[in-house]
């Protein structure tokens, strides 16, 4: 990727039947490698043979005409969509038709009847219809048009028509985002029973472990794919072996190394010897390069919310919010008021309205009834779960650029190296980084804000461990006021919060415990 090497001489195939998970840090080429299984970018060297057909979920919505329906969007992945618009067109033809008109009508309803028994029947109508409740997509919401969706339910109507597609291989990029705990206990049962074969991308150590029965480990500091033909906790096993393994080598390697210097230093002190002198000098460095990597630590983020500038006793208000879009009543009359270093965690069951309420404060969209009040000295900071606050065509530099326009070039780059961009990777278009690759950049966006409220929609999806454990550390050490919405429990115990609002009836209360359960079925 630009100059970096990601990745050399892998070579692997995906049998059907095959559970591989996919797993290395953020920014290994997780992503980047399975983009390249799909067909969407190309291997710098070497090639990819696909046979049968592939269905890809990528980490990030793909752009689709708004004005689909639900219903529409799921089943055009077996072309079925087209089929039933033909059918209700010569429904209604043949109502009002007559004469050869209408003999004619019945002859094309019987062809498009003739496809649809052919692609499934309405039996495969059905099963679109159950796939998608299973993943919390029920019948009301299937006849409405994309637009009218939030972003999570978007990105779950993508996962169940690439799950219904009935595709040969599946490549998985973080299926379990935006999905509740029942949706992800279903989507693990239907990926141990799928036949073909499937890849996957997830943060998801408990899916990880019940499904894989392969597992393929980028390393980032080697640039190679490490493969691994057993299942989550065998892997683990072997792989710290390996690691171990490598550490004794690379130890090895440094004592032998260092004799050879010590005798081409002596060997240096005779004209006659300078030739021999410089060969076991170049064995040394050749000895110590064939293990560099063993040596090397995952680097990980820096990650540092802003000193919050100073504010008002109570930066910000809500005043008997609602949002609708179209027939869909999203919430009504909520209320909210922020104090200076209050902690606020928003809880609510997919589709109430969590992330419509954050944009509503952040001013992204207006609400219908209602309005939102600044208080003095607020400073408003905000990161999205689908990553729209970053311009996708700009780069990374220029992202951060736009966002801290009082720092200088060289200032922006060094904030950026904290969160792992350095080099190339900072004149990147952020359209091409990998999901945890975003969401360091948005949070690098935050650090330099001077943020006295920060808005938070699901802060830690698509980061590996150790850098989601950086930024449930900063959640816990920020000392402004902070709206959360998560279905990370980690982030609600680091966040420690003092209040719950309940979508989408708007119900405030103190926080106590028993709302905990709440968040993994939020």
Known sequence: MGARLLLEGATFQVNAGDKIGMVGRNGA???????????????????????????????????????????????SARGIDGIMERLRRQEAAMASATGQALESAMTSYARAEAELVAAGGYAAAAEASRIAANLALPERVLDQPLGELSGGQRRRVELARILYSQADTLLLDEPTNHLDADSIVWLRDFIKSYSGGVMMISHDTALIADVVTKVFHLDANRAVLDI???????????????????????????????????????????????VAAQNMARRAERLLAATQAAGLADRVAAISLPDPAPCGKTPLMARDLSKSYGSLEVFTDVDLAIDR????????????????????????????????????????????????????????????????????????RRVLGSFLF????????AHVLSGG????????????????????????????????????????????????????????HALEPERVLVLPDGVEDLWNDSYGELISLA
């Open 228 to 274: 691994y033909s057993m299942g989550w906790k065998l892997y683990l096993d072997q792989r710290e072996a390996d690691e171990k393994r490598r550490k004794r080598e690379r130890a090895a390697a440094e004592r032998k190394a260092a004799a050879l210097m010590l005798q081409s230093d002596k060997l240096h002190a005779k004209a006659t010897k300078a």
């Open 437 to 492: 690759e975003k969401t360091r950049l948005a949070l690098a966006t935050l650090v330099v804000s001077q943020a006295n409220v920060l808005l938070l929609d699901e802060p830690t999806n698509n980061l590996d461990p150790a850098s989601r454990a950086e930024v449930l550390r900063a959640i816990h050490d920020y000392k402004g006021a902070i709206v959360l919405v998560t279905h990370d429990e980690g982030a609600v």
């Open 29 to 75: 080429g997780k992503t980047t490698t399975m983009r390249i299984m799909a067909g969407e970018v190309l291997p710098a060297s070497g090639s990819v043979r696909r046979s049968g057909r592939i269905g890809y979920l990528p980490q990030d919505p793909r752009e689709s005409d708004l004005a689909v329906t639900v219903r529409s969007r799921i089943l």
């Open 422 to 429: 350095s080099g190339d990777d900072d004149d990147k278009p």
């Open 341 to 412: 270093g209050s902690r606020v965690v928003v809880l609510g069951l997919n589709g109430a309205g969590k992330t419509t309420l954050l944009r509503l404060l952040m001013g992204l969209e207006p609400a219908d009834t209602g309005e939102v009040l600044p208080g003095h000295g607020l400073k408003l900071g905000y990161f999205a779960q689908e990553h729209d606050m970053l311009d996708m065509s700009a780069t990374v530099a220029q992202n951060m650029m736009a966002a801290a326009p009082q720092l200088d070039e060289t200032q922006a």
